[in-house]
């Protein structure tokens, strides 16, 4: 982290009008992960998709701080947009997988919210775990 942070002030000094993206990604990376300082490592993230939006990697660190703010969602479709420009990004692929998928609302046409589907989703979850990880029968 110091590393990263010497970088982007020798270029501040040098009257650079913008550090190189991936200083500034990974610096925010780093702040994100070692000291928790989610809202600087977003500052310094986002200011780095500003200037290399087009850069996978630049997403992935995106993605991987607004994980660990708790923004899944956010994170979610900051990943899908790196992997436009790179399909195969091997640390994209990895944080997806990671994140897991979904499973369907248990009553369709009703919002993942309603109560009616958040309390039928703990019971089949619930039933998953009892069942050493299988479904229910029936499903």
Not at 17 to 42: D, H, I, K, M, V
Not at 53 to 78: E, F, T
Request: proline letters at 6%; aromatic letters at 8%; hydrophobic letters at 40%.
């Amino acid at each position: 982290m110091a590393l990263f942070e010497a970088a982007i002030r020798i270029e501040w000094k040098s009257r650079v009008t913008a550090p190189q993206a991936r200083y500034l990604s990974y610096f925010g990376l780093c702040l994100a992960l070692e000291r928790n300082e989610n809202r600087e490592a977003l500052r310094f993230c986002r200011q780095a998709v500003t200037l290399e939006g087009y850069n996978p990697d630049i997403r992935c660190n995106l993605g991987r701080v607004l994980l660990n703010a708790g923004r899944r969602y956010a994170a979610h479709r900051c990943f899908l947009r790196g992997l436009e420009s790179e399909p195969g990004h091997r640390a994209i692929r990895r944080a997806l997988q990671a994140m897991g998928t979904r499973s369907r609302p248990t009553v369709p046409f009703l919002p993942r919210g309603n109560p009616v589907n958040v309390f039928l989703g703990r019971l089949r979850a619930s039933a998953g775990r009892a069942g050493n990880g299988s479904r229910p029968a029936g499903r």
